[in-house]
């Protein structure tokens, strides 16, 4: 089994259950197992700004597939989630992005592994950085000292998920 993590995101449409179905499609996938689940965060879009708001999440998962082969599950989900690649950059219902593979470099015309942005963008950084925060990129480079680096997280806050509304105090609810 090879250790790789997926960012998901999602801003059209009810962006957390894209997200949610997309995980659990993955869980659903034949070589795939997901190991860990970042929270759900709410970020500002980035590259093209006019457009709602994204919803972001890292998943951790073991896969005895080759990350070809990955790429293709990933592919598969986001067309079985009504994905379309209308502008680049631009909204979409479920996005799905290998982040890591293992500790592989991967330069392929549709995979890029790690992915080209990956130390560039908060929205990854974040919940990356919380569910693997010792991870090492292939160049060496620790994913929570990546985060540090880049500074900036303005724009990525944490999503209360709607399973999670209903008790937003930690709280018990008084019965009536």
């Not at 993590?5 to 449409?13: A, K």
């Not at 929270?39 to 457009?51: I, L």
């Not at 479920?94 to 549709?110: A, G, K, N, R, S």
């Amino acid at each position: 089994m090879t250790c790789a993590y997926v960012g998901l995101g999602s801003n059209v449409g009810d962006r957390e259950k894209y997200i949610e179905n997309a995980i659990e499609k993955l869980r659903d996938a034949d070589g795939v197992d997901v190991t860990r689940v970042s929270s759900f965060y709410e970020t500002d879009p980035v590259g093209v700004e006019d457009q709602a708001d994204f919803l972001n999440a890292v998943v951790e998962v073991d896969t005895a597939l080759t990350p070809q082969e990955f790429l293709s599950v990933t592919k598969m989900i986001e067309t079985e989630l009504e994905r379309t690649r209308e502008r680049h950059w631009g909204p979409r219902t479920i996005d799905l992005d290998i982040l890591l593979y293992d500790d592989l470099t991967i330069t392929e015309p549709h995979l890029n592994v790690p992915h080209p942005e990956v130390k560039n963008r908060a929205f990854v950084l974040v919940p990356l950085a919380e569910i693997a925060p010792r991870k090492q990129l292939p160049s060496g480079e620790r994913v929570a000292d990546l985060l540090q680096e880049l500074g900036e997280t303005r724009g990525v806050n944490i999503y209360v998920r709607s399973a999670d509304k209903s008790n937003e105090t930690g709280k018990a609810e008084p019965n009536e």
